[in-house]
């Protein structure tokens, strides 16, 4: 059974940071994070390639959130920082077979229970 566990969100004021953590059996993966906001469809926002040579960042997100890995760790992360009301959501992380990164949910087929993110003042 593959596993993925988030853990980090969280209530933070607006500008501010957090940094979401996702425990995961298959750290040597193409690992994503994806996020979905109330009364919204999942959304991809990071992706790192299985060999953490390349990363990929929506638009929405790009120059505020930077993915990373640490493989000793089997740890995926995501510091998130100048949070934005609108970065409120449901946060998941996933992983897929394969060895590229993606921001389409539907390459993805393990995914974790989610961590939520609430950006408010």
């Known amino acids: 059974q593959q596993l993925l566990v988030e853990s980090g969100g969280g209530l933070v004021q607006p500008g501010g940071s957090l940094r979401l953590s996702c425990v995961t059996s298959m750290a040597y993966y193409a690992l994503g994070w994806f996020r979905q906001a109330p009364g919204k469809g999942r959304e991809g926002i990071s992706c790192?390639?299985?060999?953490?040579?390349?990363?990929m960042y929506s638009d929405s997100v790009k120059g505020r959130f930077t993915i990373s890995r640490d493989l000793s760790k089997q740890t995926l992360y995501l510091q998130m920082t100048d949070l934005k009301p609108e970065d409120t959501a449901i946060y998941y992380c996933a992983a897929r077979d394969d060895v590229a990164c993606h921001l389409s949910e539907d390459q993805y087929s393990y995914w974790g229970q989610g961590t939520e993110v609430t950006v408010s003042a």
């Open positions: 790192i390639s299985a060999n953490g040579r390349n990363t």
